[in-house]
């Protein structure tokens, strides 16, 4: 297959040259270039905003965006031999040959990195599409767990469109529901030297104020709510229930969240991320619940070198087991219980090699299922590592047994979505439809918790569409939403909030506001 890529060979950037050595590393494919000058570019002021930011938050300048020379991309791609099989346009001005299709790559329908720019500055979570006349060939709404900043924004973007172009050509390219895709506003061509003069006052601003709010408060703090069961749960009320929540009780020191619960012979007991604010890191800790709630407090089950939350824990062939999320290892780690709740020991690695978030796993039709959120793609050792969201590009595994080998879905990533990628709970089967608890992060990262209806999973395709989107409110007091479970006697959620820091004689503690 022959293909040219059109781009503006005054422009090019990291992530086109990583791009192009992709795509070349595919047997039978010959990629030429066109770099002619081309439109959509972004205003010279916009690159003085990105430098302003990497100055104040001392962010690297060696990501996707970083200009490089068109030397280095001439010097990978070939010279062309004839029409193209497929053109791939990411400036939006592509003229085929008569026969030749077109790819147009744009952001909330516009072409170029204005247009991807003017999404973020309007602070919308960008549908980023390659189109074919008026055919989606594949479309995701893309994300970053760092909205206000733009550079880094723009930067999880560019790394999100690449996954989505590969996965396109490899003949498998993810696509929203049409009830997933938001109405475009309009985007600028450009943009006024003052508003982004402005902006970046306003970032100056922000860094002041955030400076001086870390320390004087620990955030975000996550909390536990739960609540005995005595009528519907939140699958069927689809919405909190009248009676509120409780919360599990912490020090102020540190939080817990990503409550997973499980019932052995003598009740409930749930399992937490409990995070060290002090520290900085999480463990597994598990506390038992009686027929009031909790018994006492939870206590640390599991520790490792490394960050530990989202325990997601199961019973199988008469054992406990876990599947913690590790992201910082690059694997994801098997372990049972040998005294549960306690005596955790690891049995095995499932999958290695990626940046990968909330494993949840699912039996479904004799196979198992695994899902998480992948940052890079599985290239943790990749130029782009540091760059990319955790919670937009889904990924899927299947295997016979849950102990593995695990194969990764042909159409990886299945769906990019900020909205509704990332893993929020145990799947939960009802009335013969799986109902998937997923995380809303348009609006920052675990900022709404949504409910979506597994329309497909099979190893051709998946399919999902979101049914609720709950968020907190007077029943449940913060600034998000982020997990959902339950067992036969009790439900449980998570939410965020902040704690108040106060200093006496030189020592920290904690008050909640």
Request: aromatic share 8%; net charge neutral; glycine share 12%.
């Amino acid at each position: 297959m022959r293909l040219s890529v059109r781009l503006d060979g005054g422009l090019c950037r990291r992530w086109h040259l990583r791009l192009i050595e992709r795509l070349l590393h595919r047997p039978g494919l010959s990629v030429s270039l066109d770099l002619s000058p081309g439109p959509g570019a972004l205003p010279p002021n916009a690159a003085l905003l990105f430098e302003l930011e990497a100055m104040l938050r001392r962010l690297p300048r060696t990501g996707p965006a970083l200009r490089v020379e068109r030397a280095d991309l001439l010097a990978r791609a070939s010279a062309a031999v004839g029409a193209p099989d497929l053109i791939l346009d990411l400036c939006g001005d592509a003229v085929a040959p008569p026969g030749v299709p077109v790819w147009r790559l744009a952001f909330d329908g516009a072409s170029g990195e204005a247009a991807l720019l003017a999404s973020l500055l309007a602070g919308r979570p960008p549908v980023v599409s390659l189109t074919e006349g008026g055919r989606v060939v594949a479309s995701g709404r893309v994300g970053t767990e760092a909205r206000g900043i733009m550079l880094t924004a723009f930067e999880d973007a560019l790394v999100r469109t690449t996954s989505l172009i590969l996965a396109a050509l490899g003949g498998a390219g993810p696509r929203l529901a049409s009830d997933g895709t938001p109405v475009p506003g309009p985007a600028p061509t450009g943009f006024a030297a003052a508003a982004l003069a402005a902006r970046a006052v306003r970032t100056c601003t922000r860094m002041a104020g955030r400076l001086l709010y870390a320390l004087c408060t620990w955030a975000p703090h996550w909390r536990v709510g739960w609540r005995r069961l005595e009528g519907p749960d939140l699958i069927d009320l689809q919405a909190h229930p009248e009676t509120g929540w409780n919360t599990l009780r912490d020090d102020g020191r540190r939080f817990y969240a990503d409550p997973f619960p499980i019932t052995d012979a003598a009740g409930t007991v749930l399992f937490v991320e409990d995070y060290s604010h002090v520290l900085q890191k999480g463990v597994i800790s598990a506390v038992r619940f009686g027929a009031d709630g909790p018994l006492g407090a939870p206590v640390p089950v599991l520790e490792a070198a490394h960050h530990l939350s989202y325990p997601f824990v199961f019973a199988e062939g008469g054992a406990y087991w876990m599947v913690p999320e590790s992201g910082a290892t690059g694997t994801l780690d098997l372990y049972r219980a040998t005294a549960f709740p306690g005596g955790w020991v690891k049995e095995a690695t499932l999958i290695s090699g990626l940046n990968a978030s909330d494993p949840t796993l699912l039996r479904h039709d004799g196979r198992w299922w695994l899902f998480a959120t992948v940052r890079d793609d599985g290239e943790q050792d990749g130029p782009f590592a540091a760059w990319g969201s955790y919670s937009d590009s889904l990924h899927l595994w299947s295997a016979p047994d849950f102990r593995g080998p695990w194969t990764p879905h042909p159409a990886n990533p299945v769906l990019i979505d900020i909205a509704a990628a990332r893993s929020g709970g145990r799947i939960v089967a009802r009335d013969g439809a799986l109902f998937r608890p997923v995380q809303d992060c348009r609006d920052g990262y675990g900022g709404a918790l949504g409910l979506a209806r597994i329309r497909r999973l099979d190893e051709a395709g998946y399919a999902q569409s979101v049914e609720m989107i709950l968020r907190s409110g007077p029943r449940f007091p913060g600034t998000g939403l982020h997990t959902l479970n339950r067992t036969t006697h009790f439900e449980f959620i998570d939410g965020a909030g902040r704690v108040r820091r106060r200093f006496r004689s030189g020592t920290a503690v904690a008050s909640e506001t």
